[in-house]
C-alpha cells in the first residue's frame, strides 16, 4: 500500500495516494516511515490540521526505524515545527548514528535555528564517516566566513584533485573550494572555481532563456496597466468576498541574493510579525482559481480575485486577528500584479540592488530547481533585463503601492530605511530589530548563515574585486540596456 502511495504522489496525484497512504499505516504500532508519507500527502492537499495530528500520533508508538523519524521531521519543518523537527532528526541520527545521511540532515536543521558551530560539528561527523557525501562540503563551507589559518581549502583542493570524481561531486566541491578562497581574499583562483561550478551545472540543465524572456513578456500582457487594480479589467463582482483587510500580508520580492532575507529578519524582529518563509501560498492560490481559455497566462488573469485570496489565506494561515503575515518568496515577482488583485492592502516590497553584485551574488551560489539563468554570464544578463522591464512594468501598474528597498542604502543606513519599510507596512518601529543576530527565527534561505552575524555592508561592491573576470556579464548587461556605473 505504502509503495503504490508513493508512486501516485510521485505524480503529483495526492488525492488518489491518500486512501493508499492511510492503509499503509492502519493499526500500527510502530513509528514507520508510511506515517510521514502519510502526513506530506495531506500536507500538500492543504490538509494541515490533518497532518499535524498524524505526526503527532506516530511519535507516541513504539520506536521504529531512522527513516520514519526522518519522514516525520521532513513534514514537521513543512508545518513551521522547526524545533520539533531538529529532535526528530536528532532521533533519527541516534537510531542510525553511523548513516550519513541523517547527519547531514541534522546540521541542516542546525543551521536553521542558527545553531552553526553544532552544524559544523555535524558537518564533520559526516564526511568523517563518509567522504563522498559532497553536499556537506559545501554546507560547511558556508556556516562561516573561513580564515586565512581556519579553513579547509587544502582538503578542497585535495579532493578535487582526486582521480574519478563524478559530474555531482565536482559541482559541489568547486561551489565549496571557490566560497572559502573569496573568504580569504584568493579572487582569481575563487573565480576560477566559481565559474567550474556553474559550467558544470549548466551543462546538466535543459533549460532556454528565451522561454523565461517570453514568460515574463506574457506576464506584462497579461496583467496591463490598470488590470491589477481591484475592480480593473478582468475583476469580478465577487470581489466583495475578498478579505476585509489585507493590510496583514506583506511580500518581499525582488531577485535572489538582493537582500529579501534580510528585510524579513528585520521585520519579524518587530512584534506582531511573522513569517511563511519562502511557500508557494500565493501562487498556488492564483492557478488553482485560473479559469477560461488561452495560455496559462490567461487562465491566471482571468482568475476570480476572491477566490484567490480567499485560498492564499487558507494556505497563509494567518492565526492571530492582529498578526502580520510575510511570504518571502522571491519570485513571486512574477506575481504582484495578481497579488495586488486578490489582495488590494497587502504591502509588496520590491528590493532592488545593483546589477552587478546581484548577477555575480547569483552566479556564485548553487540554487536548488529555481534560477536556471544563474550559471551562465549571457543567460544572467538577459534575464536581468526581462526582469528590469517586467518591474518597470509594475511600478507603472501598482504605482506608490509598490514599495522599492535599495539594498545598498539598507545596509549603507539601516535605521533609517528599515523604519521606512516599518512605517509602510503599518508596523510599529522598535531600533532592537536591526539587531538580527538576536532574531532566533528560522531561516531555510542561502543566507541562513549570513543573516545570523549583525548588519554588514562588505557585500556591496564586491563584483569590483572580480572586475577583470566579468567583462562578458558587463558588455552583455549593457548591451540588453542595464544601466551599470561609469566604473564598470
Known sequence: MTAEALRLMKLGRFEEALPFAEQGVAGAEVCLPG??????????????????????????????VADAYDGLAYVSMGLGR?????????????????????????????????RLVEAEADCDRVIALDRAQYPTYLLRAELRVQAPNANHIPEL?????????????????SYALAKELDDVGRYDEAFHWFSTAAAARRSRLQY?????????????????????????????????????????YIFIVGLPRSGTTLVERILTGLSGVRSNGETENFSRALFKAARGAGDVFAQAAAADPAQVAAEYVRCANPGGADASVIEKLPMNYLYVGAIHRALPEAKILLL??????????????????????SYDMQELARYCAAFERLMSHWRASLGDSLHEIVYEELVGEPKRVAASIARHCGLTWNDTALDIQNNQSVSLTASAAQV?????????????????????????????????????
Open 35 to 64: 506515517h510521514g508519507l502519510l502526513a506530506t500527502i495531506l500536507l500538500r492537499l492543504g490538509r494541515g490540521a490533518e497532518a499535524e495530528r498524524v505526526v503527532a500520533a506516530a511519535m507516541e508508538l513504539k520506536t521504529g
Open 82 to 114: 522547526h524545533d520539533r523537527a531538529n529532535g526528530l532528526y536528532r532521533r533519527a541520527t541516534e537510531i542510525a548514528p553511523q548513516a550519513p545521511r541523517f547527519l547531514y540532515n541534522l546540521a541542516c536543521s542546525e543551521r536553521s535555528l542558527g
Open 157 to 173: 583542493e585535495a579532493q578535487l584533485a582526486a582521480a574519478g570524481l563524478d559530474h555531482r561531486a565536482r559541482v559541489f566541491l
Open 208 to 248: 532556454d532563456i528565451a522561454a523565461d524572456e517570453h514568460k515574463l513578456k506574457r506576464i506584462e500582457q497579461a496583467f496591463p496597466p490598470g488590470a491589477s487594480r481591484p475592480g480593473g479589467p478582468g475583476a469580478r463582482a465577487e470581489a466583495s468576498g475578498q478579505p476585509r483587510d489585507s493590510s496583514r
Open 352 to 373: 532592488k540592488r545593483s546589477p552587478l553584485d546581484s548577477c555575480f551574488a547569483m552566479y556564485r551560489t548553487l540554487f536548488g530547481e529555481a534560477y536556471p539563468f
Open 452 to 488: 545570523r552575524r549583525p548588519i554588514y555592508g562588505s557585500s556591496s561592491g564586491r563584483w569590483r574585486h572580480y572586475h577583470r573576470h566579468l567583462q562578458g556579464l558587463i558588455a552583455a548587461l549593457r548591451q540588453h540596456g542595464v544601466a551599470l556605473p561609469d566604473e564598470a
